[in-house]
């Protein structure tokens, strides 16, 4: 096997680099994380700005391919290194795939406002003490409602998959700043947190 790297923001707060070393880390497969500061602009720098097609991270890198955008890594990793020789990250059923593939899609398309005003800063260092504005409340009123009809049992679709960890960090936006959710969703969001390759990810250096 090519050895695997995986190029993430040093500060380790991107939820999108978080899925990639999910993948990875579940997987169970070697590879060598790189950092890269976004502060001052290190990816739009040579090497890494030649690495790649859009100089973003995360980044998979495997002999010649160099592959950026999260979903697409996922996808690429489930499919290199498929169940049942390595554990999934994605659901076996076609439907239950689908169905996890449309929630990772929406939490990367949608609630601007409240991305925007309870970034990933608030989940892995402190929270705000700033209130939502009326997009961010509505924002958050959209994801709580979807979540709520989403979460009927320990996982969203029969067995884990990265989708479960992707809507449970935009729900701790919320929930780690102190903004009301249900507590059936707290309860839910804290047990998706105790997973061993999040924890690995909330233990990274965070200098």
């Known amino acids: 096997m090519q050895e695997l790297t995986l190029y993430v923001d040093s500060r380790f707060t991107s939820p999108w680099a978080l899925s990639a070393f999910q993948a990875l880390t579940e997987k169970k497969l070697p590879f060598t994380l790189r950092t890269l500061d ?32 999260s979903s697409a890594i996922v996808e690429y990793l489930e499919e290199a290194f498929p169940p049942p020789a390595y554990a999934a990250v994605l659901p076996s059923g076609v439907q239950e795939r689908a169905r996890a593939r449309q929630v990772m899609a929406w939490l990367r398309s949608d609630l601007m406002a409240l991305r925007a005003e309870r970034s990933t ?44 960890t992707e809507l449970a960090l935009m729900l701790n936006r919320l929930i780690l700043n102190g903004d009301p959710v249900p507590e059936r969703l707290k309860t839910w969001c804290a047990a998706q947190w105790q997973r061993d390759s999040v924890r690995q990810w909330i233990a990274r250096s965070r200098g």
Not at 38 to 57: H, I, S
Not at 130 to 155: D, F
């Open 38 to 69: 976004l502060d001052q602009g290190e990816q739009r720098q040579a090497p890494f700005r030649d690495l790649g097609l859009t100089a973003r991270v995360p980044l998979l890198v495997q002999g010649e391919l160099a592959l950026a955008e």
């Open 121 to 164: 800063e608030v989940v892995f260092y402190a929270p705000l003490s700033t209130p939502l504005t009326a997009a961010g409340q509505a924002a958050a009123e959209r994801l709580i409602g979807i979540a709520e009809r989403l979460v009927t049992g320990e996982h969203l679709f029969g067995q884990w998959c990265i989708a479960d």
